[in-house]
């Protein structure tokens, strides 16, 4: 009876200490290739916009190739950001095992009610983010291997450089 009793907060402490180790291992994974908080921030900020980023969607998914060369350069800047951002497999995987192991504490110590509800939910949720995250991956990378070639035709026109903000 024991056993049943704290078979599920047992068994999320040990999810979350995985969810630990796999974080420890993501931030081991980012210092090596060199890729630190603040370079991420800069890279981000060169980012498409959404905006920017709704007319490349579906060479984006398809990993078709773009009519034109300044499309085809929206498409490939995109595609390099989502597989950067997604390129680290062991944060997506201490993400998902940390929300297994939340869900497994809601379960247990919460009254029949919405959080119980919401930790079934993310269950499946977690379990499914590391699937997700290869099929991002695979059609970003599929999209950059269609639209590199005429990427290249795109004549970038430097933009002056903005004034600076007045405090």
């Not at 995985?18 to 991420?40: C, H, N």
Request: charged letters at 20%.
């Amino acid at each position: 009876m024991i056993v049943q009793t704290h078979a599920l907060p047992l068994l999320g402490l040990l999810l979350q200490s995985a969810a630990l180790v796999l974080l420890v291992l993501g931030a081991i994974w980012s210092f090596r290739r060199k890729r630190f908080t603040w370079s991420e921030r800069a890279l981000a900020r060169e980012e498409p916009t959404s905006a920017e980023r709704r007319p490349v969607r579906a060479h984006l998914r398809d990993g078709t190739v773009a009519p034109d060369p300044a499309l085809a350069h929206l498409t490939v800047r995109a595609a390099e950001h989502r597989v950067r951002r997604l390129d680290n497999p062991w944060l997506v995987s201490g993400a998902s095992v940390n929300c297994m192991g939340i869900s497994l504490f809601s379960i247990h110590y919460s009254y029949p009610g919405p959080v119980l509800w919401m930790a079934f939910a993310l269950f499946p949720v977690a379990l499914c983010a590391p699937f997700v995250r290869q099929v991002a991956l695979d059609r970003a990378r599929r999209a950059l291997e269609a639209n590199r070639e005429l990427a290249a035709l795109h004549v970038v026109v430097p933009e002056e450089p903005a004034a600076p903000r007045e405090r």
